[in-house]
């Protein structure tokens, strides 16, 4: 069974950085897809950035792009979201999903598109 566990949330003033991780166990990862979603207190759970574990091609949310980069380790069986010039609209619940394989464009950014999901990380950013 695949287990995703995040880490790395907390408390961060507007245009500090956080590093968030996620450990990925109980599966073979060469061929998934993994991702980060967010999702505020009353609001829907939002794509974030996405990575493909075979070649590493990432994609960002548009709100995000230029501020946050998804990286992996595939030996330590690892993604990580890096998050620099934080702003208080940033604050969420954060968390890692994974999918069995390869998704289409359209489909990576989409909460129906994720088999395994994390139980989050919060990040907050103050004012």
């Known amino acids: 069974q695949v287990r995703l566990v995040e880490s790395g949330g907390g408390l961060v003033q507007d245009g500090g950085s956080l590093r968030l991780s996620c450990a990925a166990s109980?599966?073979?990862?060469?061929?998934?897809?993994m991702a980060w979603f967010r999702q505020g207190p009353g609001k829907e759970r939002d794509f974030v950035a996405a990575?493909?574990?075979?070649?590493?091609?990432?994609y960002y949310a548009d709100s995000v792009k230029g501020r946050f980069t998804t990286s992996r380790d595939t030996a330590k069986n690892m993604v990580y979201l890096q998050m620099t010039s934080l702003k208080p609209e940033d604050t969420a619940a954060y968390y890692c999903?994974?999918?069995?394989?390869?998704?289409?464009?359209?489909?990576?950014?989409?909460?129906?598109?994720?088999?395994?999901w994390g139980q989050g990380t919060q990040v907050t950013v103050s004012s």
């Open positions: 999903a994974a999918h069995t394989g390869s998704l289409a464009f359209i489909v990576l950014r989409t909460t129906s598109g994720y088999s395994y």
């Open positions: 990575i493909r574990w075979n070649g590493g091609s990432t």
């Open positions: 109980g599966g073979t990862f060469s061929t998934y897809t």
